[in-house]
Structures are given as C-alpha cells and as structure tokens.
Nanobody, 121 residues
Framework: QVQLVESGGGLVQAGGSLRLSCAAS????????MRWYRQAPGKERELVAS???????KYGDSMENRFTISRDNAKKMIWVQMDSLKPEDTGVYYC???????????????WGQGTQVTVSA
C-alpha cells in the first residue's frame, strides 16, 4: 500500500507564510514527479508546483515568485514553502506523485487526502 500524507495546513493571515509537507510511504520502488495541487471552493483543481526526481521544478501561474517546492528523495518527501499568502490561495492542497511499487512495473499516480489552507484578509 502506497500512501501520501500531507501536513502543515492551517489558518494564516494575508501576507503570512505556511510550509506544507508530504510524505510518501509503503512499498515504493521509485518515485518520479511529485506535485502540489490545490482546489478552491467552486473551482477546478490546479497545479501549484511540481518537482522531478532530479529536482527540476515547475510552478503554476502566479505562484513562482511566492511558492518554493523542494524535495528529499531519501526521505520520500516534498515540501512547499508558501510566502506572501493571499486570500485567493485558500483551498485544499493535495500532494500527488508518480510511484512505482516494483522495478518491473510502470508508475501509477497517487494522491494524498489533502490539507486545508485558509488565508484570512
């Protein structure tokens, strides 16, 4: 069983910061891309940031200058440091990863349960 568990969400005032963590566990042979997505109420899920196994990063629109994604392959974890938060950053933040459970099998996509981030004005 592969699990992704997010933590670090909460309530913060506009202009503040939060750091979200995501830990992968279970029978894991390889982890490819890992990503953060978010979903605001009434809106579609959108990409926040992604990071490859080699550390190449990509950010969603308007997030690159405020959010920083990082990764520790040995710990099977990613983080996203979110600074200068705005009320429109409110939503549920999900961790996503491409994981293979065996060297003989391709990767599958796994999702965490999500962590709530609320930014007050």
């Amino acid at each position: 069983q592969v699990q992704l568990v997010e933590s670090g969400g909460g309530l913060v005032q506009a202009g503040g910061s939060l750091r979200l963590s995501c830990a992968a566990s279970g029978s894991i042979s390889y982890i490819g891309h890992m990503r953060w997505y978010r979903q605001a109420p009434g809106k579609e899920r959108e990409l926040v940031a992604s990071i490859s196994a080699g550390g190449k990063t990509k950010y969603g629109d308007s997030m690159e200058n405020r959010f920083t994604i990082s990764r520790d392959n040995a710990k099977k974890m990613i983080w996203v440091q979110m600074d200068s938060l705005k009320p429109e950053d409110t939503g549920v933040y999900y961790c996503n990863a491409e994981i293979s459970v065996s060297m003989l099998e391709p990767t599958n996509t796994y999702w965490g349960q999500g962590t709530q981030v609320t930014v007050s004005a």
